[in-house]
């Protein structure tokens, strides 16, 4: 089977492309793990408060969850134990892309000094659960205070030293 020189440019044509296309996504994964996003970073929790009128501790983390690129989403677990009981909290947590928490969804309250970090502040509520964000920069959750029937917790970022 002989290939004419049109057909011939066309398949080298295609199979450059294809290798210049592969080059340059294997050039982007390289810069962005080089230069990460700081939006994409995890963070650890400390939780203390109380659960069912106990004392409870516990742990949390927050993980980037790219859905689209109009947002930043996050979704945070904590897990919280008490002398007899134990609780797991999940939420999410939705930034337009200047970094500020959907206003159609959270309340902005204002801002609040924590440490030496000045913070955003937000309320939701859901299902008779009342949550306060405070928000530092790059959409990172500095403090979470959630309120319910069975709980009152606070649960503060461990930042690394």
Do not use: W
Request: with cysteine; aromatic share 10%.
């Amino acid at each position: 089977m002989e290939l004419s020189g049109n057909k011939a440019m066309a398949l080298v044509l295609v199979i450059l492309l294809m290798g210049g296309s592969i080059a340059i996504f294997f050039m982007m994964e390289m810069m962005h793990q080089l230069n990460p996003d700081i939006h994409e970073e995890s963070h650890d929790y400390t939780v203390v408060g109380t659960l069912y009128e106990e004392d409870c501790t516990g742990t949390g983390e927050s993980k980037y969850t790219p859905e689209n690129s109009r947002t930043y989403v996050y979704s945070v677990n904590l897990e919280v134990k008490s002398l007899n009981h134990s609780e797991k909290i999940d939420f999410g947590l939705i930034f337009d892309k200047d970094e500020k928490m959907v206003p159609s969804v959270y309340e902005y309250i204002g801002e609040e000094t924590i440490g030496d970090k000045t913070v955003s502040v937000y309320q939701y509520e859901e299902k008779g659960v009342n949550y306060t964000y405070y928000i530092g920069e790059h959409c990172k959750m500095i403090r979470a205070h959630i309120v319910s029937d069975h709980y009152d917790i606070v649960a503060d970022i461990v930042e690394s030293s």
